[in-house]
């Protein structure tokens, strides 16, 4: 079936440098994607977005990277610091099918860990 | 931005028991929220589609009979895991989208459901 997986289960980084994680999708059809930090034991918090029509948008301290020709996603965090410790997930939105038109399909996740 | 809540955001039940997970949109009224589960270090696993005023929609493999999802006002869901087991245990998280045109989905803390 459809799916959208992470190459890199785990991403040891030392603080203050940047941090960029993968992610492949395999539906074509998606036109929207988003990332979520999550910290353990509490919910997925949103960090930023990109239509499909974009191949690059920038936040505070994140960037997303969309290459619609090879169907990848990345997340760069710029000068990462010990709070950016947590699970990063990538989402895709699916079209509108029946059920409901903003059921996301999650990554498996990457583990991002900031070294002292 | 805006706020989903959770309730209870852990609970520990007997096998064969039922448990009841609030979900509670704070500030919005949300037509349609989505129950995901989450099993330790994986991602999340949408289960379901409820809907305001109608039946929830279940996602394949999905029990419907033993995940009830109840959508009684336009800030509250519930789902009931009914006649749990030890393999239900699990982190169980709920979202809703803000505004129907909006992609972005705001999610909840997540409950924490050990079975025993």
């Known amino acids: 079936g459809e799916s959208v997986g992470l190459h890199l289960p785990t991403l040891s980084v030392q603080e203050g440098d940047n941090s960029i994680i993968n992610c492949a999708y395999s539906n074509s059809a998606s036109d929207y994607f988003i990332w979520y930090k999550q910290e353990s034991g509490k919910g997925p918090q949103f960090i930023i977005d990109?239509?499909?029509?974009?191949d690059k948008r920038q936040g505070q301290r994140v960037t997303v990277l969309l290459n619609k020709t090879v169907k990848h996603l990345s997340l760069q965090i710029a000068a990462t610091q010990p709070g950016d410790s947590a699970v990063y997930f990538c989402a895709e939105k699916q079209g509108n099918r029946t059920g409901g038109g903003n059921k996301l399909t999650f990554g498996t996740g990457t583990q991002l860990k900031v070294e002292l | 931005g805006a706020v989903v809540s959770q309730h209870p955001s852990w609970v520990i039940c007997k096998s064969g028991t039922s448990v009841k997970i609030e979900c509670r949109s704070l500030d919005f009224q949300a037509t349609t929220m989505f129950w995901y589960r989450q099993f330790p270090k994986q991602s999340l696993m949408l289960m379901a589609t409820s809907n305001e005023g109608s039946k929830a929609t279940y996602e394949q493999g999905v029990e419907k009979d033993k995940f009830l999802i109840n959508h009684a006002s336009l800030t509250l869901s519930t789902l009931t895991v009914t006649s749990a087991h030890p393999e239900d245990s699990s982190f169980y998280i709920c979202?809703?989208?803000?505004?129907?045109?909006?992609?972005?989905?705001?999610f909840g803390p997540g409950t924490r459901l050990t079975v025993l």
């Open positions: 979202s809703a989208p803000f505004g129907t045109a909006v992609n972005e989905q705001f």
């Open positions: 990109i239509r499909s029509n974009m």
